[in-house]
């Protein structure tokens, strides 16, 4: 049950994303690289209308953010490592000039700190009647 943000930032001169594209992308990296089920994977593509992005200080003219939430201790190192390389290959496709600080974060949260339908991931796991 991963939840991902796709945060990205254009100058108004650069090519625009196919975001529904990205957003099949991104569903079917973390489905493959995470081993999370594909219709449980939210995610969210958005981008700032005001931004000033800036790395080191300096304005980018494009620049992008990746974060992923998922529970804690249901992934390896090695599958976490796979995914960041994997994710930055993604978004380098989708958005060619990103600057190398750019980042992707994957969050792990304690089953009991979220869940969907109203249901902790803890009370799933325990299989408590929902």
């Known amino acids: 049950m991963p939840f991902a943000r796709f945060t990205y930032h254009l100058a108004p001169t650069s090519p625009r994303i196919d975001t529904q594209a990205l957003a099949e992308a991104l569903t079917d990296l973390i489905a493959r690289d995470l081993g999370k089920r594909r219709d449980l994977t939210s995610v969210l593509i958005e981008t700032p209308t005001a931004a000033c992005w800036a790395i080191g200080g300096g304005r980018q003219a494009v620049a992008a953010h990746l974060e992923v939430f ?19 290959a993604l978004m380098r496709a989708n958005i060619p000039d990103l600057h190398p600080a750019t980042y992707v974060v994957v969050h792990e949260l304690p089953s009991t700190d979220w869940g969907y339908d109203g249901v902790s991931q803890f009370d799933r796991a325990a299989g408590l009647p929902l």
């Not at 998922?70 to 930055?88: H, P, W």
């Open 70 to 88: 998922v529970t804690s201790g249901t992934n390896t190192t090695e599958e976490k490592r796979e995914f960041l390389a994997q994710a930055m």
